[in-house]
T-cell receptor, first 114, second 112 residues
Framework: KNQVEQSPQSLIILEGKNCTLQ??????????LRWYKQDTGRGPVSLTI?????NTKSNGRYTATLDADTKQSSLHITASQLSDSASYIC?????????????FGTGTRLTIIP | DTGVSQDPRHKITKRGQNVTFRCDPI?????LYWYRQTLGQGPEFLTY????????KSRLLSDRFSAERPKGSFSTLEIQRTEQGDSAMYLC??????????FGSGTRLTVV
């Protein structure tokens, strides 16, 4: 069964600090991995998308890494801001007929405190 | 085109009533997905359309749920005889062969 596990479940850090969120998956064959940011009561918004050939991708203060061999990804947030408070969801898309839908992690709830 | 639109944003209904949600995908996206998300959980897949064809339905989609995409553009999700357990955020997403998923802001359903 395709699964995506995220850690930690929740995280509280001081404004200006860095943090790293983890994602492990079992989806196979693998197509791509996305990190989404979801504010409370809103739909998820894509931060990065990575295919198996990409190891690192940055989007402003967000940097995602992917190790397709160990099936692990991380999202690093630099110099956190209050507006970074949200849930961060790791989503993996499989490939191949019948395996293309997304598998979602349950998310990491990040709270930035001043 | 500003993205995926969902209507209404919020819906409060009495148990036993029927509700219908609408999703307007990005116009050039031929794939459309419905997901359900409860508090503190990731979205759960409900169903998937490619153009007007409904290609996959989750076992979560009981016979009280029906989704349509009659012309391969907008889609509706209807829930009949709503139950309190149906209270959730219903998310719609669209994609094309080459472009990844874009989510709408969701419809928050509360069944009282």
């Amino acid at each position: 069964k395709n699964q995506v596990e995220q850690s930690p479940q929740s995280l509280i850090i001081l404004e200006g600090k860095n943090c790293t969120l983890q994602c492990n998956y079992t989806v196979s064959p693998f197509s791509n991995l996305r990190w989404y940011k979801q504010d409370t009561g809103r739909g998820p918004v894509s931060l990065t998308i990575m295919t198996f050939s990409e190891n690192t991708k940055s989007n402003g203060r967000y940097t995602a890494t992917l190790d397709a061999d160990t099936k692990q990804s991380s999202l690093h947030i630099t110099a956190s801001q209050l507006s970074d408070s949200a849930s961060y969801i790791c989503v993996v898309r499989g490939s191949g007929f019948g395996n293309e839908k997304l598998t979602f992690g349950t998310g990491t709830r990040l709270t930035i405190i001043p | 085109d500003t993205g995926v639109s969902q209507d209404p944003r919020h819906k409060i209904t009495k148990r036993g009533q029927n509700v219908t949600f609408r999703c307007d995908p990005i116009s050039e996206h031929n794939r459309l997905y419905w997901y359900r998300q409860t508090l503190g959980q990731g979205p759960e897949f409900l169903t998937y359309f490619q153009n007007e064809a409904q290609l996959e339905k989750s076992r979560l989609l009981s016979d009280r749920f029906s989704a349509e995409r009659p012309k391969g553009s907008f889609s509706t999700l209807e829930i009949q005889r709503t139950e309190q357990g149906d209270s959730a955020m219903y998310l719609c997403a669209s994609s094309s062969e080459r472009v990844g998923y874009t989510f709408g802001s969701g419809t928050r359903l509360t069944v009282v």
